[in-house]
């Protein structure tokens, strides 16, 4: 298949080496507003050159890749379905609940899938821990623990411009949850702090978070986030039911140090960055992609689980600003 790729930055150009790799795909086609980046990734890749998104859309691409800035998401969104073209694009779906819940309206009733970039859900750990979960091996549930911590933070342009840490960060940990658990979020108590980097205070934003989220059916799930992880990068989960007890990410690259006497574990060097951790996921995920464009399967990641996540982004942002718990019914209601 012909396979479109609208954004060449870090997480475009990743995408653009992960698909040239992909058996089912044989050809893509690119665009950039800056146009080296375009061509670099033509001659990495192997790829055709597009003057503009149009154009891309235009090319006889049977699905096409959004991975631009966040303020472009709903118009590429909207022109790939307007036009027939099945589309990924990275989280989130909009830089507002707002926008994203226009963009919803927007499509419905229409036969184009959209994916939205959740990459947790093909990472193999979290699909076996959901799979557990759905067996019912754990038994009742009782608590969750989601944790992303990362080894440094990013740019103060990226601070300032992503919402929050909450809808950037924590977003991922919030829809795992959803997405292992089965569960939605009904309210929340947030808090947050810096310590760390004066760029991300005079953004308004926190540098550290803790959140406890009450899921429909009473489990409790802590879920723990932070821009200074100076071991590396950190995600984790731990599933404890009635039953049984499960965990996500305890292997040898966790980045923690055991000062337990004699201990060995873990043993690897620590991951270091999202894209080291979860590169086989990623893989995974545009994998799904192409069957979806194939029409082997549907959406695996819909634009209405992206927003049910943003939703509880929202609330603990406003849990944070007001020092309350919030319900998410509250800001759904707006």
Known sequence: MRIGILGLGRIGAFHAETLASLDAVDSIVVADPFADAARSAAERFGAEVADSPEAVLAAGVDGVVVAAATDAHPSLILAAVEAGVPV????????????????????????????????????????????????????????????????????????????????????????????????????VYAVGGNRGADFIREAGDADTTGAILTLDDGTIAVVSNSRHNARGYDVRMEIHGFADSIAVGLEDKLPLRSVEPG????????????????????????????????????????????????????????SLREHRPVTVAEVRRG
């Not at 036969?111 to 091996?137: L, M, S, Y």
């Not at 399967?297 to 939703?311: H, K, M, N, Q, V």
């Open 88 to 187: 990924f694009c990275e989280k989130p779906v909009a830089r507002t609940m707002a926008e994203g819940v226009e963009v919803l309206k927007a499509i419905a009733g229409r036969d184009v899938p959209v994916q939205i970039g959740f990459n947790r859900r093909f990472d193999a750990a979290f699909v076996a821990a959901r799979a557990a979960v759905r067996r019912g091996e754990l038994g009742k549930l009782h608590t969750v623990r989601s944790t992303t911590l990362d080894p440094a933070p990013p740019p103060a342009a990226y601070i300032a411009a992503s919402g929050g840490i909450f809808r950037d960060c924590s977003v991922h940990d919030f829809d795992v949850i959803r997405w292992v658990t089965g569960r939605e979020v009904s309210e």
């Open 263 to 318: 201990a060995t574990f873990p043993a690897g060097t620590p991951h270091d960055f999202f894209m080291d951790r979860f590169a086989t996921a990623y893989r995974t995920e545009l994998t799904a992609f192409t069957e979806v464009v194939a029409g082997a399967r549907p959406s695996p990641c819909t634009i209405e689980d992206a927003l049910e996540a943003g939703w509880i982004a929202e609330a603990c942002t406003l």
